[in-house]
Every structure is written in C-alpha cells, then in structure tokens.
C-alpha cells in the first residue's frame, strides 16, 4: 500500500469516528498547505477563524509528506484549502479522493480559468502549479476564497467582504508599486534564471525571459547537460545574475555557476529568491506582499 492510499485510510477512518459538535460560536478551523495560502486566509479571516498551515517557510511543497501532527489537523479541520494543480505532489491526490468522501476541502486553483493557465511541457495536460506569481491570478484566488469562507461561515460574511475589500487594496498599491520598480529594468535585461521553474507568471506579467534549471516540479533533478545547456545560454545572453531559491538546495545553481566559469565567465549569484514559501513568520518576507516586493527588489538590483 503507498504511503498516501495508507494517510487516505488513515484521515477517512479518523473522519468517520469524529463526533461533529454543533457550535454556533465556535470558530470556523482551517487548514492549508503552503505559506502563501496561510497569509492569504489569514488576512481574509482575521480572529474570526482559527488557521493552521501545514508547511513553514524554506519548505518545498513539491516534495512534502505528512506527519502524524499533520493528520491530526486534517481530521480536526472543518476545511481544508490547498493550492491544486498538483504543487503539493504527495497530497493532492489524498484531498481530491477526502473531497469525494464528503470532507470539504478547497482548491484555490480552481478559481482561476484553464485559458489564463500555463501549459506544462513536463507533464502532459497539467499546469503550472505557481499562480501566486502573478499578483492578477491572487485577486482572483482572494476572491474566490472570500466566497468560499461566506459558504462555510455565513454569520461573518460581512467581515470576510470587508477584510477582503482591505487585502484587494493592498494588493493593488502592490502592483502599482512593483510595476515602477519594473520598468527600471531594460526589457533586453529582463532574463530571470532559478533554480526552478517557478517564475513563468511572474514572466508572462513584467515580460521577463525564465529560465529554471530543474522543471515546475524540484522532484525532477537537473543533469549535466541541464547545467551544460542553461550555462550557455547565460554566456550568449550576457547574463549578469542567477538566483538562488529558499526551498531548493544552493547546490545546483552552484553548479551553474561553475559550469559559465568554466567557460571563461563569471555570473553573480544575486541573491535568494523565495518561491515555494515565504520567509520567517514576524519578518515582513513572511507575509505574500513583503515576499513579493523583497523579490522584485532583489531581482532588479542584481540584474541592473
């Protein structure tokens, strides 16, 4: 039996014996995957709901596998918001087949049309998972998940529409903000190279060329001629700056840089990027806005 048909058994069994307590005052309790996910239900809920994510900052959700503290959490949850789009690799599978078994959970996914999607050429007729590079996509995902909390929680709707008017703001002085830090940058400079590919939103929005050394999915390891190939095209290109991310090891765009020197060249490291998570709760990288302004910033001073 593979580990996720077991933790499947395991949270379906659980799920059975729980005895469902109606409560009117006891608060809405909410799981989600990454950090991304936290801050924005958490922002969207305030102390209305009780919020607890699976995964911290530095964690690669590509890879992730439940604990036996994470099983307890999904059986003590009254809803369960994931990202889809097959990030959490080991998961989406268990949360699709709890979602046929009655257990509410929430794709945030799915809030976005497929037409506005990008394709994967790693896998067939899947999309890449990392929507929340693109600061359209996550209006669109904070919407859908106000509705979601009005559904599950409809005596605080009228708070979840204010916090989610208030975030919606936020969200846009981010983008206004962001956009001139942008249009500093040549567009002939604007070439972004990762560990992995998990910047094609980000791309496709301020008209950056993303190169990843591994695929969408760090569960797919870069080879030599990977490192051989990405080295070349960073010589032709003039690249200036490669970047390191928090949730893949340093070690392969390490590699990459030895490889250009190897070739005669230097190329900076120009610093970390977080992709897969956000920082340290209580610093500002912690949160979805601080994480992407510390990114933009980082990217630009590097390439400059």
């Given at each position: 039996?593979?580990?996720?048909?077991a933790?499947?058994?395991?949270?379906?069994t659980l799920?059975a014996?729980?005895?469902?307590?109606?409560?009117?005052?006891?608060k809405?309790q909410?799981v989600t995957t990454?950090?991304?996910i936290?801050d924005?239900v958490?922002?969207l809920?305030?102390?209305l709901?009780?919020v607890?994510?699976l995964?911290?900052?530095g964690?690669?959700?590509h890879?992730?596998k439940a604990?036996?503290?994470?099983v307890t959490?999904l059986?003590n949850?009254?809803?369960?918001?994931?990202?889809g789009?097959h990030?959490?690799?080991?998961l989406v599978?268990?949360?699709?087949?709890m979602g046929?078994q009655?257990?509410?959970?929430?794709?945030?996914?799915?809030?976005l049309?497929?037409d506005?999607?990008i394709?994967s050429?790693?896998f067939?007729s899947?999309?890449?998972?990392?929507?929340?590079f693109?600061i359209?996509n996550w209006k669109?995902?904070t919407?859908?998940?106000?509705?979601?909390?009005?559904?599950l929680?409809p005596?605080?709707?009228?708070?979840?529409?204010?916090?989610?008017?208030?975030f919606l703001?936020?969200l846009?002085l981010?983008e206004?903000k962001?956009l001139?830090v942008i249009?500093?940058l040549?567009?002939?400079?604007?070439i972004l190279?990762?560990a992995?590919?998990a910047f094609?939103?980000f791309?496709?929005e301020?008209?950056?060329?993303?190169?990843g050394?591994?695929g969408l999915?760090?569960a797919?390891?870069?080879?030599?001629?990977?490192?051989?190939?990405l080295?070349?095209?960073?010589?032709?290109k003039?690249v200036k700056?490669i970047?390191v991310e928090?949730s893949?090891?340093?070690?392969?765009?390490?590699?990459?840089?030895?490889?250009?020197?190897s070739?005669g060249?230097e190329v900076?490291?120009g610093?970390?990027?977080?992709?897969?998570a956000l920082?340290?709760?209580?610093?500002?990288?912690g949160?979805y806005?601080?994480?992407?302004?510390y990114n933009?910033?980082?990217i630009i001073n590097?390439?400059?």
């Amino acid at each position: 039996m593979s580990k996720k048909i077991a933790i499947l058994s395991i949270l379906i069994t659980l799920f059975a014996c729980k005895q469902e307590k109606k409560d009117s005052n006891k608060k809405l309790q909410v799981v989600t995957t990454t950090t991304m996910i936290t801050d924005l239900v958490k922002n969207l809920g305030g102390d209305l709901i009780e919020v607890e994510g699976l995964m911290g900052s530095g964690v690669d959700p590509h890879l992730y596998k439940a604990s036996a503290g994470d099983v307890t959490k999904l059986v003590n949850a009254d809803v369960i918001f994931y990202n889809g789009l097959h990030l959490e690799g080991k998961l989406v599978e268990v949360f699709e087949k709890m979602g046929h078994q009655n257990i509410k959970t929430v794709a945030i996914g799915e809030a976005l049309n497929k037409d506005i999607l990008i394709g994967s050429d790693y896998f067939a007729s899947n999309y890449d998972p990392h929507i929340w590079f693109s600061i359209s996509n996550w209006k669109e995902v904070t919407k859908y998940t106000i509705e979601k909390l009005k559904e599950l929680d409809p005596k605080n709707a009228a708070s979840f529409d204010v916090n989610g008017k208030a975030f919606l703001g936020k969200l846009a002085l981010l983008e206004t903000k962001l956009l001139g830090v942008i249009n500093t940058l040549p567009e002939e400079k604007r070439i972004l190279v990762t560990a992995h590919d998990a910047f094609s939103y980000f791309g496709k929005e301020y008209d950056f060329n993303v190169v990843g050394l591994q695929g969408l999915s760090t569960a797919t390891e870069a080879g030599v001629q990977d490192v051989q190939k990405l080295a070349k095209f960073i010589l032709e290109k003039d690249v200036k700056a490669i970047f390191v991310e928090t949730s893949v090891p340093k070690r392969t765009i390490e590699a990459l840089q030895a490889a250009v020197r190897s070739r005669g060249k230097e190329v900076n490291i120009g610093g970390t990027l977080y992709s897969d998570a956000l920082g340290n709760p209580g610093t500002v990288e912690g949160t979805y806005i601080g994480m992407f302004e510390y990114n933009v910033n980082t990217i630009i001073n590097a390439l400059k």
